[in-house]
Protein backbone atom coordinates (compact mmCIF):
# COMPACT_ATOMS: atom_id res chain seq x y z
CA UNK A 1 0.00 0.00 0.00
CA UNK A 2 2.93 2.66 0.95
CA UNK A 3 4.22 1.85 -1.89
CA UNK A 4 1.05 2.92 -4.12
CA UNK A 5 1.14 6.24 -2.00
CA UNK A 6 5.39 7.15 -2.46
CA UNK A 7 4.93 6.56 -6.33
CA UNK A 8 2.08 9.07 -6.30
CA UNK A 9 3.82 11.60 -4.01
CA UNK A 10 7.27 10.96 -5.87
CA UNK A 11 5.32 12.08 -9.28
CA UNK A 12 3.45 14.71 -8.23
CA UNK A 13 6.70 16.13 -6.05
CA UNK A 14 9.40 15.58 -8.95
CA UNK A 15 7.43 17.15 -11.44
CA UNK A 16 7.16 20.47 -9.52
CA UNK A 17 10.40 19.94 -8.01
CA UNK A 18 13.19 22.90 -8.63
CA UNK A 19 16.24 21.02 -8.03
CA UNK A 20 17.31 22.41 -4.70
CA UNK A 21 15.19 25.42 -4.23
CA UNK A 22 13.05 23.56 -2.59
CA UNK A 23 15.36 23.14 0.76
CA UNK A 24 14.88 26.69 0.97
CA UNK A 25 11.58 26.39 2.56
CA UNK A 26 12.18 23.38 5.11
CA UNK A 27 11.59 23.61 8.62
CA UNK A 28 14.91 22.35 9.26
CA UNK A 29 17.15 24.88 7.24
CA UNK A 30 18.48 25.88 10.24
CA UNK A 31 18.97 22.60 12.60
CA UNK A 32 21.75 20.66 12.76
CA UNK A 33 21.44 18.18 9.66
CA UNK A 34 23.00 15.21 12.23
CA UNK A 35 19.61 15.08 14.29
CA UNK A 36 17.81 14.05 10.85
CA UNK A 37 20.83 10.86 10.29
CA UNK A 38 22.37 9.08 12.76
CA UNK A 39 21.52 11.49 16.08
CA UNK A 40 17.97 10.86 14.96
CA UNK A 41 18.64 7.21 16.05
CA UNK A 42 20.18 8.10 19.87
CA UNK A 43 17.37 9.05 21.84
CA UNK A 44 13.37 8.99 22.13
CA UNK A 45 13.59 12.67 22.79
CA UNK A 46 15.57 13.54 19.80
CA UNK A 47 13.33 11.00 17.65
CA UNK A 48 10.32 12.99 18.71
CA UNK A 49 11.33 16.31 18.49
CA UNK A 50 12.31 15.74 14.49
CA UNK A 51 9.23 14.20 13.95
CA UNK A 52 7.38 17.65 14.90
CA UNK A 53 9.54 19.54 13.20
CA UNK A 54 8.73 17.72 10.00
CA UNK A 55 5.13 18.01 10.25
CA UNK A 56 4.88 21.38 10.13
CA UNK A 57 7.44 21.39 7.19
CA UNK A 58 5.82 22.89 4.06
CA UNK A 59 8.32 20.91 1.45
CA UNK A 60 8.02 17.34 3.30
CA UNK A 61 6.26 15.93 0.02
CA UNK A 62 9.11 16.97 -2.01
CA UNK A 63 11.60 16.41 0.88
CA UNK A 64 9.89 12.47 0.56
CA UNK A 65 9.72 12.32 -2.88
CA UNK A 66 13.95 13.24 -3.41
CA UNK A 67 14.56 10.29 -0.31
CA UNK A 68 12.51 7.86 -1.88
CA UNK A 69 13.94 8.66 -5.80
CA UNK A 70 17.15 8.82 -4.39
CA UNK A 71 17.45 5.83 -2.39
CA UNK A 72 18.58 8.09 0.64
CA UNK A 73 18.98 7.28 4.31
CA UNK A 74 17.90 9.14 7.36
CA UNK A 75 15.07 11.61 7.91
CA UNK A 76 12.91 12.59 4.56
CA UNK A 77 9.39 13.84 4.89
CA UNK A 78 9.19 13.03 8.33
CA UNK A 79 9.94 9.05 7.54
CA UNK A 80 13.17 7.18 7.98
CA UNK A 81 14.33 5.58 4.91
CA UNK A 82 17.05 2.94 4.53
CA UNK A 83 17.93 3.40 0.80
CA UNK A 84 15.06 4.86 0.17
CA UNK A 85 12.87 2.24 1.52
CA UNK A 86 10.58 2.49 5.03
CA UNK A 87 12.26 2.02 7.54
CA UNK A 88 10.56 -0.35 10.12
CA UNK A 89 13.09 -0.08 12.82
CA UNK A 90 13.63 3.61 13.14
CA UNK A 91 10.19 4.34 12.57
CA UNK A 92 8.84 1.70 14.97
CA UNK A 93 8.05 4.23 17.52
CA UNK A 94 5.49 6.21 15.43
CA UNK A 95 1.93 5.39 16.64
CA UNK A 96 -0.84 4.82 14.25
CA UNK A 97 -1.86 8.29 14.55
CA UNK A 98 0.99 9.84 13.73
CA UNK A 99 1.47 7.57 10.51
CA UNK A 100 -1.82 9.39 9.94
CA UNK A 101 -0.72 12.80 10.49
CA UNK A 102 2.23 12.36 8.83
CA UNK A 103 0.70 10.65 5.85
CA UNK A 104 -1.94 13.69 5.73
CA UNK A 105 0.81 16.18 5.57
CA UNK A 106 2.85 14.35 2.66
CA UNK A 107 -0.71 14.72 0.95
CA UNK A 108 -2.54 17.73 1.61
CA UNK A 109 -0.12 20.68 0.92
S1 LIG B 1 10.37 17.08 5.92
FE1 LIG B 1 11.74 17.18 7.67
S2 LIG B 1 13.76 16.56 6.88
FE2 LIG B 1 12.47 17.07 5.11
S3 LIG B 1 12.92 19.22 4.66
FE3 LIG B 1 11.14 19.17 6.01
S4 LIG B 1 11.91 19.38 8.10
FE4 LIG B 1 13.64 18.81 6.77
Redesign the pocket.
Given at each position: MWQTVTAGLCQISTNSMNKHLW?ES???KDFDTNL?FDKYEETPDIRHG?DS??LK?P??AT??AVGVSQKEYG????IYLDKGKISREFNSHKTKSKWSEIWQNLTMR
Open positions: KAACFVVCCVACFIWGG
